[in-house]
């Protein structure tokens, strides 16, 4: 893709968001205009409206609808913290700051908005989502958690100060931090054909140590445990706007399995979003069969360990492709977990000389 | 300084970590020759020889000295394993590879070295430590954790595939990431007159939205909770290497005060190290009269809170400077805290508009 695509893009992207905002405002307006109490629809998030979508391979929302009339004294509440929601986003939004959801609970009080407490706010928020179908991270509201990145991508920054700067991403040898600015960043180009990305962050310094990014021509993901949904979002784009293929490596257990498949399909506390999954990625170990193959030193399961399996097994995401209950039932069989790391029994860079080559030959 | 003698410096750094592995080395084997049965002493980390040194400003190790005797049985394993842990950590450094505690547990076992539990093999780095008088980040071993800088200080990296390069920490406005790369770094130059040091990321990111690397002319440090010993050792050295002073900012209450007091005067943990600790740094809020003062939004203090200030009144690293028992005892009295974010019930820019400047006039 050439740079004005790109740049129209991201423009688009902002654009979307504000006028987003704005058209919530204008029904309002309207309604008031016309002489009705305002209210606001958006499907609703319960339980039972939550469905497992085989073709978008994501949770969604279904046909139930939930409203949030100013009329109905019960709901004038939160018809108004949502109103005011949108108003702070807005301001985030054109003014190019960003925020975090412990941010927006205290500054409501600038506004004399009353939140009972951070819970609610974070579900006013959430509710926004809802209402407009983007994430908080669109109109600016940032996660404190933070991912990096290593690897020949090119990116131009967008935010004030910085628009137009392009960084190239094997800058830092520590990794490239995913927060706001680098996730609000045009992708110039890249080299790489291909994404891995590492649950264990000490792994990941070993992967750059030892060029895996010269040697695999990939882009490195450092996702720190369970990815931050900037850092999904990221992995999204990577697949998309430059159809890479997406390798993702954790523990071998169903907490390592379960992260691989967040970044994959999504969990269904975001069913009302859909720029987070990325359906195509492939988890590429480490598998139950991987600590049999490689003679792995383990752990054994513990109590928890095997109720996650369990729920995972019945887990609709789980039924996509074979090889999910295949290495469910290994886990059950062998009764043993193994990390990431368990690889340095055989030396330091067996994982990246032996494992890795193997294991991309066979997921290819 | 010139460039020559920071090269220098750093050079050795080097030189001094290999040649305390080798001289331990040697000393075994010295013994040996000489018909000995070998063994190495060390301080002990034990509780009653841990004391608070008025005149460093930190916790020492005493006297008391404890033996691994290879020739007492109950001491051969203890004095193996730590023979290995210095071989393995003569490879890394001598290789430049890093590596994690949970690493050089696991690559114990390639040696045919056998550690029962992790925390066995992270008492032998500990120990390691404590006879080289050098932390474990000087011969390789990194935590996971990272915490990130920002502003004008240009590094040059020494690490292999970037020796000599150079970064501005002001190239990525989400930060860039402390990790073995950065902290094995050398010091070019800069042009801040002070470090500031921010508990919360999302402060943090606010603090390079609004500029205040340039307002206040500062180097800015996202510790991300309990400051990382690598963050540590890092702000030490722009103590040093600089002469800037160094101001902390957290959350107001007894845990944030002790996530400055860490940097400040460093923990009893590492009573065996010396370069982690930045004795002038000054905790510059959230105090408890800001809360008064500033008429902040609050949470009741809790039990654990309770406890955990009367511990810190107690402490002797808090008989230091009458701020610290000051601000306790208000504490105490109004019975309430306060986070670095409540600040934002009176907009989001009031923190650099008017609280920093305040208080950097005050505290300077």
Redesign the interface.
Known sequence: MGSNKKERIVGNKKSKVLSSLKNLGSRVYNQLENGFFPSITMPSRSTENINYDPDLRQYILGEKIVLRNSRIFTQTRGFTQLVWAATFSHELASQR????L??V???A??YEMVFKDQQESNNIITDLETVLGLSREDFNI?P???S?VFGDLTIA?T????EGRT?NLT????????????TSAEFVGTTADKVIAIE???LF??FV?E?VHKKFNALLIST?GQAPRATRHFIRRLNREFNLPVYIFTDGDPWGMHIAMVIISGSANAAHLRELTTPDAKWMGVWASDIVDYKL?TYPLKEVDFTRLHELQRDPRYQTDPLWQKEIKTFLKIRKKA?Q????????TYIVDEYLPAKLGETK
Request: charged share 25%.
């Open positions: 700051k960003t925020s975090t412990r941010d609970y205290y500054s009080q600038a940032f404190e958690e933070r990096a920054y935010v004030p100060g910085y960084l800058s830092h040898p520590d990794g490239v931090l995913i927060g706001p600015a680098l264990k962050g000490g310094t070993r140590e060029n720190a030193p990390e790391e368990a690889f340095s029994r055989y030396g330091l």
